[in-house]
RNA sequence: GGGGGUGUAGCUCAGUCGGUUAGAGUGCUAGCCUGUCACGCUAGAGGUCGCGGGUUCGAGCCCCGUCACUCCCGCCA
C-alpha cells in the first residue's frame, strides 16, 4: 500500500463506507461555505468530493490553496444523504470526511483554469502537461494506448513479429523531404531520420522472416495539415511474403476492421460487404463517382459525367473547357431547390475563393417541374432532364455542375460533393465506412517536366508485369498499390512490392532513370532482389490518425501527448532550438545566421 | 512559397456611425456564508486594443505594412 493513498479517486462507493481511507491528488474545483467547505478532488481515476467541517480546522488552509495544487488527504467515507447524492458523479453517492490533509505540491499561479474549456491552442501547448491534465485529452490518450495493444495483439495472432529497424538512416532520393543529421565521426555527410521503415522492411522480408510489423516512427519534413503532424507520425508499418493483393486485404480487414469494431463506442462499422470484407473501388471509379481517392462513403451523394451534354450544347464557357481536356461533372443535392437564394451565393462564392474555382453552375428543379438556375437556358429541355435523370433528381432537387481542368477533378469536384452533404446533412455521423481504393495509375504525366513520371511507389509492382511495361502506353499501367480509406480519410497505404530487377529497371527506364542511376539510389534494394527475394507487399495503416477518427477529434494534435504546433516548434521544451559553437565546430556544421529570425521559447 | 480566418484584461468575448475615463462573464486577491457540487454574495486588482506606420481635431474601429496562431493549396514516393 502507498504511503500516499489507499484508494483512487474514481473508486470509492458506499461499500467502502465507515472506512478511514487516504486519497492524494489535484484539487479540481472547492466550495467554501464558511462552516463546511468541500473540494473535489481529481486523479487519473476519478472525482471524489471531501468535505471539511469546522471541527477539522483544515479550512483555512485549504481555501487559500491555488487549484491544482496536490494533496494527500486523509478522512473517513461516509454515506450522503439522499438529498445530497450527486448522480453526475461515478463517487456521487460517498464523500470523505477529511480528518488531515498534507500538502504535497502548491501551485503558485495557473495561466487558465482548468475547467476552461476553449484556450489557444498556443497556450494549450506551451503548458502541455496541464493540458493534459483534461479529460478530454486523457480519454485520447488512453484510448492511442489501448489501440496500439490491441494491434499488436491483432498482428501477432496473425502470426507476425515485431522487428525493430534503424533511426539513423540515409537519405533517400525520392519521396517527402528528409530529416537530416549530421555525422560527427564522417565530417560533411548526413544520416536521414526514416520517412517509414519502408526498403528495411523489403530487406527482412528478402533475409525470409516472412510477416513483420512495427509501431514505426516515421519523420517528415512536410508542412502540416490538421489531419497530419509535421516532423512524426506513427505506422503500423507491416509486410508479408509469398502473397498476393488478396492476402494482404484479408489480414487488414481482420485488424483494421476489429479495431473500429472493437472501438467504435456504438457507432456502426459498414464495409460495404456482407463478410469481414471492405467494399473494393478502383481509383478511376472513385475519381469519376466521388471526385476524390479517399471518399467518405457516409456521403450518399454520387458526381456524373456529363461532359457529353454539355459537348453537344450552346454553353461555350464549359466547351471551352472540354476543348482544353478538362471535365464537366454534375453533383445532385436532392431537396435543395428551396433553399433560398443566398444559400446558393453563398456556395458559389465559396467555390470561386475557397477553391479557387471559375464558378459553380445549378438548374434547380421547382415542386412543379419546371427547371431554373443561371444555365438552364443554354441546355434544351430534354438535356436538362437527362442531367437530372443521371443523377437520380427529380422535383424540389437541385444538380450542380463543376467545370475543371484536366487534373483538377480532385481539387475542384471533390471539395463540392463533400460541402453539399454537409450543407444538406446528408452524412451519417454515427458511421465508420471503410473501403479500399485499389488499382493507382502506375505513372502519371509530370506536366512541370514534361515527362512521365511514377504517381506513387516506384517500388510498386505493376499490374501485367514485364509485358505491361514493355507493350502499354504508360499512363494507362495500374499498379497493385491501394490505400485504405474510412471517412474521407486515408488511414493507411501499400502495395505489392515490385521484387525483379529486371522489371525493376524496366520501371524506372519508363519514369526517365537510367540503370547506373537505379544502382546509384537503390543499389542495397536492388542487390537484394538479386540474392533470392520472395514475392511480398504490405502496407502501412497510420496510427494517429487512426485513432484521431476513433476519439472523433477533428484534429490529429488532440492524440499525440507532445505534437509540434503549425511551424514544427515544440513549445513547451522550445524545440528547434539554437546550439552552441561547439556543437556545430565537432560537427563539422557552420551556419549563415539568419537575421531577426526569432528563438523559440521554453516556457 | 500562395490564399482564407482570427488577434481587445490571465482566459472567453462585447465594443453601435471614427467621439467622454474601453466593458461583461470567468479566473485571481480579500472578506462574508454550515450542504455545496460550474455553490452564492460583497469589494478589489488586472489593458502596449498583436506590433509598426499613415489618414484625422480625434483611431480598438479607416488605410498600408508586419508578426503570431490556425485552416486550405502547393508539398506529403
Redesign the pocket.
Known sequence: MSIYRTHTCGELTTKDVGQTVSLSGWIY????????A?I?LRDHYGVT?I?F??DCGLINDV??L??ESVVKVTGVVVK??A????P??AT?DI?LEVKSMEILSKVEK????L??D??????R?KYRMLDLRRERLQHNLKMRSDVIAFLRRKMWDNGFREYQTPILTSS?P????DFLVPSRLNPGKFYALP??P?QFKQLLMVAGYDRYFQIAPCF?D???????SPGEFYQLDMEMSFVTQDDIFAVMEDVIGDLFRHFADGKEVVTGTDSKAFTRIPFDEALMKYGSDKPDLRNPLVVQNVADIFEASEFTAFKGVLKNGGHVRAIPAPKAADKPRSWFDKLVSWAT??LGAGGLGYITCTAEGEFKGPIAKFLSDAQVKEIFTRCGMGKGDVVFFMACGKHQVM?MVGPVRTKLAEELDLIDKNQYRLCWIVDFPMYEYDEDNKKVD??????SMPQGGMEALEGQDPLTIKAFQYDLVCNGYEISSGAIRNHRPEVMYKAFEIAGYSAETVDAKFGGMINAFKLGAPPHGGNAPGIDRIVMILCDEP?I?EVIAFPL???A?DLMMGAPSEVSEQQLRELNIRHTSIPGQ?QVKAS
Open positions: 474545483r472547492r466550495r467554501d461555505h464558511g462552516g463546511v468541500f473535489d468530493q468535505v467541517h469546522p481555501t487559500h491555488t487549484l450522503r444523504d438529498a445530497q447524492v450527486n453526475n458523479m456521487g464523500e495557473l495561466p487558465w483554469a475547467a476552461d476553449s484556450i489557444p491552442e498556443d497556450l501547448l533517400s525520392e519521396g517527402a523531404r520517412q517509414a519502408q517528415r512536410e508542412d502540416p495539415r490538421a489531419d497530419r475563393t475557397d481539387k511514377f504517381s506513387h511507389n516506384p517500388f484534429n494534435r504546433n503549425g511551424r516548434q526569432q
